[in-house]
């Protein structure tokens, strides 16, 4: 690995948007050291993982590749580096595998620990002050605190990403102003608790006060959020998203279960009658809202009534979208001293009559919008047809045909067809 600037890397990531805002801070350290991204991981001299620990399915994901990687590594040069969300006992076991393994918080470090030449010299302080190479002109994410100090009985985040600390908001605010004078469309505020954002710093900006300002600034955008925390969702957040024009009506809050005991053992620090009066406030302050979130099922000694719960919860709020997750143990959480008791296949079943409900209601939600016009900001075209696909506020993905070129553009369709998870219309105006 002599010269920096022939050689190319590839990023494999794993896991949630903050892995993917992470991993656009990794490919602009390294255009900055003269490598390549490549999207073929086949013409890689470097492959970069950045890891996902919150299921076990996402670790499997890596041993699986690795077969891949290391028939790869027979045939040329290839440094293997790993990072992201890890616990130490799969660090420690992926240390026979991976050349070098880092830590996010080290991103800076990383062309010393590649023995590579900088052509720039990196600034100081958190990782986050990294520029990120963003992968379009229109769409961005911007972490504004990392992560967690709830502890979740089930969870690893705050294990692999340790505390939460906030940025200080005039780096956030700043950061956003210039995105914006770059003619970025949407802006989606990234932290694992985000509307938990600035409890750990003095005399700075609340979440609800950092969303006012940032929706002041001059400019044409969106701004969103995610993911929030019904034990943080207060009635001033709620004010200002209904108030805010730029804030888009889209609330990610997850509950996870609609059952109080597993609530209370999942330690979420809330209960179902807590959740369901938020989703009242949210509705009345904002009608046109569209809320989903996270389900996870078969949780230890979740029963079958305890399930039934989530169920009838699931059904009463009519999420808009729901990610629902099968129960998987986890080192070091305190769930995994409980028995993991729930059969593979019950989970199985659980998540499948949970999608089903979650199908009927994402589908009376879009199908309110048909005849609508619709504000959509437009992200990519097909290949093949002249169908373009782009999201509303309320983060509904819309398709529509065009001759024209129009992405990372802001237009009106009309919403002419509704299916359970997408829109079908046609372009009004630009
Ligand atoms: N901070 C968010 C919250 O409080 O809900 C969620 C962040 S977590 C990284 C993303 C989602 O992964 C969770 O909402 C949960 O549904 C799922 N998840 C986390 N740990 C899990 C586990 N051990 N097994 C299955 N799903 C899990
Ligand atoms: Fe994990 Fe809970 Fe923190 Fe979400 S709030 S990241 S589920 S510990
Ligand atoms: Fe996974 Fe880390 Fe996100 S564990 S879900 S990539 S915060």
């Given amino acids: 690995m002599s010269k920096n600037n022939c050689l190319k890397y590839y990023l494999f990531v794993l896991g949630c948007q903050m892995n993917v805002s992470d991993a656009q801070r990794i490919a602009k350290v390294l255009d900055n050291c003269g490598f390549k991204q490549t999207n073929k991981e086949t013409a890689a001299d470097i492959i970069i993982i950045v890891a996902c620990s ?26 293997l580096v790993l990072t992201g969300c890890l616990l130490t006992v799969d660090q420690n076991k992926m240390s026979k595998i991976f050349d070098v393994i880092f830590d996010i918080d080290d991103l800076k470090n990383l062309p010393k620990l590649l023995h590579l030449k900088t052509k720039k010299s990196s600034d100081n302080g958190s990782y986050l002050s990294v520029t990120p190479k963003h992968s379009n002109n229109f769409q961005v994410y911007v972490p504004i605190s990392t992560g967690c100090n709830n502890f979740c ?45 600035g409890h750990d710093l003095k005399n700075d900006l609340t979440f609800p006060k950092l969303l006012q300002k940032i929706n002041g600034l001059a400019g044409d955008f969106w701004l969103k959020f995610i993911t929030s925390h019904p034990k943080d969702m207060s009635d001033e957040l709620i004010e200002i998203v209904s108030i805010s024009k730029k804030v888009c009506e889209y609330i990610h809050l997850p509950v ?70 099968q129960y998987s143990p986890r080192s070091q959480t305190k769930a ?22 979650i199908n009927k209601t994402s589908f009376a939600y ?60 046609k372009l009004i105006a630009k």
């Fill in 153 to 197: 009985s089930y969870c690893v985040v705050p294990y692999t990403r340790g505390r939460e600390i906030s940025r200080p908001s005039k780096d956030i605010i700043k950061e956003c102003q210039n995105l914006i004078d770059h003619g970025f469309k949407e802006i989606t505020l990234l932290g694992q608790n985000v509307n938990s954002y």
């Fill in 256 to 325: 996870q279960s609609g059952d109080n005991e597993i609530l209370k053992k999942m330690n979420r620090g809330y209960t179902k009658e807590h959740y369901l009066n938020l989703i009242k406030k949210i509705r009345k302050k904002i009608p046109q809202a569209a809320i989903s979130t996270d389900v996870i099922v078969g949780f230890p000694g979740e029963t079958k009534k305890q399930f039934e719960q989530t169920v009838k919860l699931i059904k009463e709020v009519k999420f808009a979208m729901a990610y629902i997750s």
């Fill in 336 to 357: 995994n001293l409980l028995k993991d008791d729930i059969p593979k296949k019950e989970k199985k079943k659980r998540k499948q009559i949970l999608n089903n409900i």
């Fill in 54 to 79: 919150v299921r076990q399915s996402a670790i499997d994901r890596i041993y699986g590749k690795n077969r891949v990687w290391q028939q790869l590594k027979k045939k040329k040069k290839l440094l």
């Fill in 366 to 425: 879009n199908k309110k919008l048909v005849n609508k016009t619709i504000e959509i900001l437009v992200h990519k075209r097909s290949n093949k047809t002249r169908y373009y696909f782009g999201k509303t506020k309320t983060e509904r993905h819309v398709c529509f045909p065009s001759p024209d070129d129009l992405i990372g553009q802001f237009v009106k369709i009309k919403i002419t067809k509704a299916h359970a998870f997408c829109l079908e219309g």
